[in-house]
């Protein structure tokens, strides 16, 4: 049932301040500030966090190493399931594995998952089918709630992943002596806050088909962003190849005079995500070079941000402004409308996208 919606990817965009609503009150009950997970974890003793996951599940792990590395002061490791195992990688004692799968049945995360058995002091999964093999043969399995998910591309799993990484990353910070009560009240107030949130970034629907209608016409499609918005950078380029079959991908905005400033032209729209935070300068300047070589600047910011610098950009489409840590979440609402709408546009299965499947059960 898609609900009045023309695909379920459309319904699933939709839903998410209400399945987000779901992982907060579970993890973030209000009458606690602090995280509530479905078993005990201490991650004070942890020297050494290791991320496994494939896709958009793996640009999730990607976000989330800025979270433990940031906030919880914990090293860490990410890697996509088809090449950790190969690569025989070390795990040190004192190694937490984790591992992130919406079906929780993809081959090579499970069998990642199986490699760190026995090596690993504790495997935990965040998954969204709780009686999944990843669920079932880690210590603890942390359920997403965002509820069956239907469309092929993944959107609500992937900010419900981050929702439940994000409060993990808090507890980890919390067991490790690096966040004060008082600003963990701050980050759950924050994160309360974000179904009101992304709602709002819902209601850009509109300006984003309009901008979509033009980004159906491109060949290539280059994405960029920095901190946190490199891997939201990545996801969005994988979203709009899955189902539009347009080229696109993401750089570190750092990355660009390295080599994919050579592409840009006339033809090229460029999808530059920016809040207004401690980057925005730089990824300003990037965005400069983008414009002196006539590229097409596709400005996803707040209103600061727009003010600032979005005079000369080819569209300008406006987020909410919310605290730095939770903008990962916020902007995965455009990046998954600009890769619907762009779909729609070229008149493709949205849903069924060709040959994809939903769960990828062998290597
Ligand atoms: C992208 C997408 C895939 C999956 C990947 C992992 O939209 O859906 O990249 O994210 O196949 O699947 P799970 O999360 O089920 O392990």
């Not at 958009?56 to 490791?77: D, G, H, M, N, S």
């Not at 795990?91 to 799968?101: C, E, G, H, R």
């Not at 993944?154 to 993990?168: D, E, I, R, Y």
């Not at 590229?295 to 000369?312: F, P, R, W, Y």
Request: glycine residues 4%; proline residues 5%; negative net charge.
């Amino acid at each position: 049932d898609k609900a009045g919606h023309k695909h379920f990817m459309a319904k699933e965009i939709a839903e998410q301040p209400h399945v987000i609503a779901e992982a907060i009150r579970h993890y973030l009950p209000v009458e606690e500030d602090t995280v509530r997970l479905p078993g005990e974890v201490d991650f004070s003793q942890v020297e050494r966090l290791t991320m496994v996951a494939c896709g958009t599940a793996y640009y999730a792990c990607v976000t989330a190493k800025y979270w433990f590395e940031q906030i919880a002061r914990l090293p860490v490791e990410v890697d996509i399931a088809s090449e950790f195992r190969y690569r025989e990688p070390p795990i040190p004692a004192k190694t937490l594995a984790l591992f992130v799968s919406q079906s929780g049945e993809t081959a090579d995360t499970l069998a990642a998952l199986r490699f760190c058995q026995e090596k690993a002091d504790t495997i935990l999964s965040v998954v969204n089918v709780p009686e999944s093999s990843i669920a079932r043969e880690s210590d603890l399995a942390l359920p997403i709630f965002a509820g069956p998910e239907i469309g092929v591309a993944s959107t609500k799993a992937f900010t419900c992943q981050l929702t439940v990484l994000l409060a993990l990353a808090l507890k980890a910070a919390c067991d490790r002596g690096h966040l004060s009560a008082e600003e963990m009240a701050e980050y759950a107030t924050a994160i309360r806050g974000l179904p009101n949130v992304l709602s709002s970034a819902l209601e850009q629907n509109e300006a984003i088909r309009q901008a979509a209608q033009k980004v159906s016409e491109a060949r290539d499609v280059l994405f960029l962003g920095r901190g946190l918005m490199f891997p939201l950078a990545l996801e969005g380029a994988l979203k709009l190849k899955e189902i539009s079959y347009i080229h696109a991908e993401a750089y570190a905005s750092g990355e660009l005079k390295h080599g994919p400033i050579a592409l840009i032209d006339k033809n090229m729209p460029v999808v530059v995500l920016t809040p207004k935070d401690a980057l925005f300068d730089k990824s300003v300047s990037n965005m400069q070079e983008v414009l002196a070589r006539k590229g097409k600047v596709l400005m996803i910011s707040d209103q600061d941000g727009i003010n600032e610098a979005g005079d000369d950009v080819w569209c300008a489409i406006r987020m909410p402004r919310v605290k730095e840590a939770l903008t990962p979440i916020l902007y995965a609402i455009p990046a998954q409308l600009l890769a619907y709408h762009t779909a729609v546009a070229k008149g493709t299965d949205v849903d069924q996208p060709r040959n994809l499947a939903k769960s990828v059960t062998v290597e």
